[in-house]
């Protein structure tokens, strides 16, 4: 069975210093690995995802994340944090589809407060 | 292009009572999901539909149902409302582009949902 964990619910980061929100994650073979963004009461909204190729994933609205195979880890990270980035992280995994899996699994989300 | 809508925004039931919340979508993807979000659980797939026709269950599918008629419509269904589903759902789309790739899932805006 799939499952992701996201260690922290909470995360604050001052403005303009580097952030790191830490999602691991565990699935049979090769992962499948997104992130996603929820700011008050919307819906969540993609940011990245790490299919295969690169360990350092770039997406939306300066984040990026690294993949680290070794440690099963997926941690989303921006170098310059700005008040708007404040809001509820979500990890996802899903296998491979090569095993007929098609649901994603959520973690339980990490709030990210940047403070002024 | 509207995305992924529903309807309603919001809903107040009282135990016992059956509803339907609408899903569509305007971007001709296969498939579609139903999601539930409760404070400090992520979201949790209810159901689940690959094509026109079909469902699957998620992880969460007792106390709900699903049908997928149309291919932009997935509707999910409470025939006897409970407290414990009150909650917040999510649906949500992607497009297949087959057992080799995997794209992201578009989600809407919510139903709050508050089952006395």
């Known amino acids: 069975a799939q499952s992701v964990a996201q260690p922290e619910d909470q995360v604050n980061v001052a403005e303009g210093n580097p952030l790191t929100v830490k999602c691991t994650y565990s699935?049979?073979?090769?992962?499948?690995l997104f992130w996603y963004v929820q700011y008050p009461n919307r819906g969540l909204q993609f940011l990245l995802k790490?299919?295969?190729?690169?360990?350092l994933v770039k997406g939306s609205y300066g984040f990026e994340a690294e993949f680290n195979k070794s440690q099963t880890s997926f941690h989303l990270k921006k170098p310059s944090a700005l008040v708007s980035d404040s809001a509820l992280y979500f990890c996802a995994v899903r296998e491979d589809p090569l095993f007929g899996n098609e649901k994603l699994t959520f973690g339980t989300g990490t709030r990210l407060t940047i403070i002024p | 292009n509207a995305g992924v809508t529903q309807t309603p925004k919001f809903r107040v039931l009282k135990t016992g009572q059956s509803m339907t919340l609408l899903c569509a979508q305007d971007?001709?993807?296969?498939?579609m999901y139903w999601y539930r979000q409760d404070p400090g659980m992520g979201l949790r797939l209810i159901h689940y539909?690959?094509?026109?026709?079909?469902?699957a269950k998620g992880e969460v599918p007792d106390g709900y149902n699903v049908s997928r008629l149309k291919k932009q419509n997935f509707l999910l269904g409470l025939e006897s409302a409970a407290p414990s589903q009150t909650s917040v759902y999510f649906c949500?789309?992607?497009?297949?582009?087959?057992?080799?790739?995997?794209?992201?899932?578009?989600f809407g805006p919510g139903t709050r949902l508050t089952v006395l």
């Open positions: 790490y299919i295969t190729g690169d360990n």
């Open positions: 699935v049979s073979g090769n992962p499948y």
């Open positions: 539909s690959v094509g026109e026709g079909t469902t």
């Open positions: 971007m001709n993807h296969e498939y």
């Open positions: 949500a789309s992607s497009y297949s582009g087959g057992r080799s790739s995997y794209n992201e899932q578009f």
